[in-house]
């Protein structure tokens, strides 16, 4: 992963100073202490990032918290320090990284202190690019991972199924890789996968009640089998979809709607 965020911590740098911050480029030589400040209640997130992106433009960092860190409006979390052009020119850039991961980081914090006893999954709606970073801000915010991508788990969706016969589908279940989750629509869809070699069974879009019948029914056909419900899941509903009996939930919104948490950095 170090070698992934100094990648990308490159062509970001690369992409907001280009040839050179031309701005900071009339400041004196002289060397700056600038500090982090939280501005807002917030899960921590990015603090390894934002130290790359300073070693890269010739400043130096310190951080009295850690990543995961539950911080209140107003605490002071770290220091850079450094030359006043390679302070300013890393500024955007890394509080670009420590704005979109705390908040990435704090939303998943609100989801999963509501949705217990269920635990709380991301998806692969992520930022082209920033994945990695992205389900590490998730794991950072008390939430899990679900596949990083199409290459690592069976996920059986909706599409799939348009294009493969109930016959291959039996056919094929028996040899697939571990574990094979796949996609119901229905709960007599549910209990007929639940009569298959499946291992996850993610229950789309069913109300609180159509969840609570599938828990019922399902579980009595196949008691080991995990059951994911996705689908209309946002703050005000996950509390109560995390009482039907589920065994997780898996949220976009913790991705691809977080709002960025708000960070400055003061010199």
């Known amino acids: 992963m170090e070698r992934a965020v100094s990648d990308l911590v490159r062509r970001t740098l690369q992409e907001d100073v280009g040839s050179g911050d031309i701005t900071s480029a009339i400041l004196p030589p002289r060397r700056v202490v600038g500090t982090f400040l939280a501005k807002t209640d917030l899960v921590l997130c990015g603090l390894d990032v934002a ?35 390679a302070v300013l ?16 980081a704090t939303l998943t914090r609100s989801f999963v202190d509501r949705a217990k006893p269920a635990e709380i999954f991301d998806t692969r709606k992520t930022t082209p690019g920033l994945r990695v970073l992205e389900k590490y801000a998730v794991r950072c915010g008390g939430g899990r991972n679900h596949r990083m991508g199409l290459y690592d788990q069976i996920l059986i969706k909706d599409n799939h199924l348009e294009a493969i016969d109930e016959e291959r589908l039996r056919e094929i279940l028996p040899d697939l890789p571990k574990p094979v989750e796949i996609e119901a629509a229905t709960v007599e869809q ?25 828990v019922r029914e399902v579980r009595a056909i196949h008691p080991g089998v995990i059951l994911e419900a996705s689908g209309g899941v946002n703050l005000r509903t996950v509390r109560a979809i995390g009482r039907t009996g589920v065994d997780r939930i898996s949220v976009g919104a913790i991705t691809h709607s977080a709002p960025a948490a708000d960070i400055s950095l003061d010199l």
């Open 51 to 85: 130290r790359e992106v300073f070693r890269q433009t010739g400043a130096t960092t310190s951080f009295s918290k850690r990543d995961g860190a539950r911080i209140s409006a107003g605490t002071r979390f770290g220091m850079v320090r450094g030359p006043a052009v």
């Open 89 to 104: 020119s890393g500024e955007r850039v890394a509080l670009n990284f420590l704005q979109r991961l705390s908040g990435i």
């Open 190 to 214: 549910a209990k007929f996968f639940a009569s298959l070699p499946v291992d996850i069974i993610l229950l789309d879009n069913f109300s609180l009640a159509g969840l609570r019948r599938a």
